[in-house]
Nanobody, 123 residues
């Protein structure tokens, strides 16, 4: 089992930047692909980005491509989501998740989830 703890988040003005961290405790962090999802009020949870276990592969949702970057430091058991050029529509609770499965853009593929952290972008 992997216990994921998120940090970062907060309030930022449109056009600003913010970074989230997700640290894994328990089983070997490098066994897992690490995904990021978000859920805005009244909306379904949606895929944001994912990074493969080695860090060599990343996939992004079209809505964040070119603005968000997913990275990881396996020595620190931590994955990161760097967000730039933030828009009010990026406002949501952001979650990190871990999986050893394929289908990485779908939340049902993930076995372990962080507690979520609020990101609010003001206009």
């Amino acid at each position: 089992q992997v216990h994921l703890v998120e940090s970062g988040g907060g309030l930022v003005q449109a056009g600003g930047s913010l970074s989230l961290s997700c640290t894994g405790f328990g089983r070997t962090f490098t066994w897992y692909n690490m995904g990021w999802f978000r859920q805005a009020p009244g909306k379904e949870r949606e895929f944001v980005g994912v990074i493969g276990w080695s860090g060599g592969t990343t996939v992004y949702a079209d809505s964040v491509k070119g603005r968000f970057t997913v990275s990881r430091d396996n020595g620190k058991n931590t994955a990161y989501l760097q967000m730039m050029s933030l828009k009010p529509e990026d406002t949501a609770v952001y979650y990190c998740a871990a999986t050893q499965k394929s289908g990485l853009t779908h939340d049902y593929a993930y076995d372990y989830w962080g507690q979520g952290t609020q990101v609010t972008v003001s206009s």
